[in-house]
């Protein structure tokens, strides 16, 4: 079995005296793609944040290969290499493209050329102020910026909502190349759920904050059951 690159372990966290997550526990392997499903308000976003550690764990633990990450600051956990892709897009508008990359970037593999191969459209507005973008592209910029700090593992929050389907396809072939092709481990929260589970290849539904049910993205696609039940979806057939 693959290393664990970002486990959860028995968590619990939340706001205050508010718990949100309880018990959950989940394993991402390296090269590892996970969906994170479960309808408004169920504490998908709030995961993310306990990962990155901007909401504190009051029970279990949060691991990064291996090391207890529980109690370490935000910012050393990106430096570590958990990669934060916010749901607000997250550029810097007096900037181009091309600085908003530099500025972002750290050294590895991921650099202007291979995140441009992976973005051609923002290499051809290179040039562009961050705020001459469209939502998409800014959408696109967010997650380039985030690749050029050569994370570990990027957690990307709702990267298509409020996008037109065009940019989406260009967005979910992006990030299919990134994680089939260029084996770059990913955790995605999506409401919709179709798409997450195609681009994915393990999934979790979070009900009430905590794990309601878990299997292979490929599994949950066919289990129209479990769709319907967690997320009130009804697929159509095929
Ligand atoms: N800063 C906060 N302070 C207190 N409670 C919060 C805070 N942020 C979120 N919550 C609460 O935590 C719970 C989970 O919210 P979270 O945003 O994690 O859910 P979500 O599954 O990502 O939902 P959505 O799909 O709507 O983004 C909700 O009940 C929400 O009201």
């Given at each position: 079995m693959a290393e664990a690159l970002l486990e959860f372990r028995d968590v619990?966290?939340?706001?205050?005296?508010?718990?949100?997550?309880?018990?959950?526990?989940?394993?991402?392997?390296?090269?590892?793609?996970?969906?994170?499903?479960?309808?408004?308000?169920?504490?998908?976003?709030?995961?993310?944040?306990?990962?990155?550690?901007f909401v504190r764990v009051s029970r279990g633990s949060v691991f990064y290969k291996g090391q207890d990450i529980s109690k370490v600051p935000s910012y050393k956990r990106a430096r570590l290499g958990v990669g934060w892709v916010p749901q607000e897009r997250d550029i810097f508008p007096s900037l181009t493209v091309e600085e908003n990359l530099i500025v972002a970037a750290r050294p590895g593999r991921w650099e202007l050329n291979s995140v441009y191969g992976?973005?051609?459209?923002?290499?051809?507005?290179?040039?562009n102020m961050g705020n001459q973008l469209s939502g998409g592209e800014q959408q696109m910029l967010t997650i380039a910026r985030t690749l050029m700090t050569n994370p570990g593992v990027l957690l990307l929050d709702e990267p298509f909502e409020g996008l037109a389907p065009i940019i989406v396809e260009e967005l979910?072939?992006?990030?299919?190349?990134?994680?089939?092709?260029?084996?770059?481990?990913?955790?995605?929260?999506?409401?919709?759920?179709?798409?997450?589970?195609?681009l994915t290849k393990d999934?979790?539904?979070?009900?009430?904050?905590?794990?309601?049910?878990?299997?292979?993205?490929?599994?949950?696609?066919?289990?129209?059951?479990?769709?319907?039940?967690?997320?009130?979806?009804?697929?159509?057939?095929?």
């Open positions: 619990r966290s939340g706001y205050g005296e508010a718990v949100v997550l309880d018990n959950v526990s989940f394993s991402l392997p390296e090269g590892g793609s996970m969906a994170v499903l479960g309808r408004n308000g169920v504490g998908k976003t709030t995961l993310f944040l306990t990962a990155m550690g992976l973005f051609p459209r923002l290499k051809e507005r290179r040039a979910t072939d992006a990030v299919r190349t990134m994680s089939e092709r260029e084996g770059m481990a990913l955790m995605l929260v999506e409401q919709h759920a179709e798409v997450a589970l195609r999934a979790i539904i979070i009900e009430r904050g905590s794990i309601a049910h878990s299997a292979t993205s490929a599994e949950l696609l066919e289990d129209r059951d479990t769709l319907e039940r967690y997320l009130g979806l009804k697929l159509g057939a095929g």
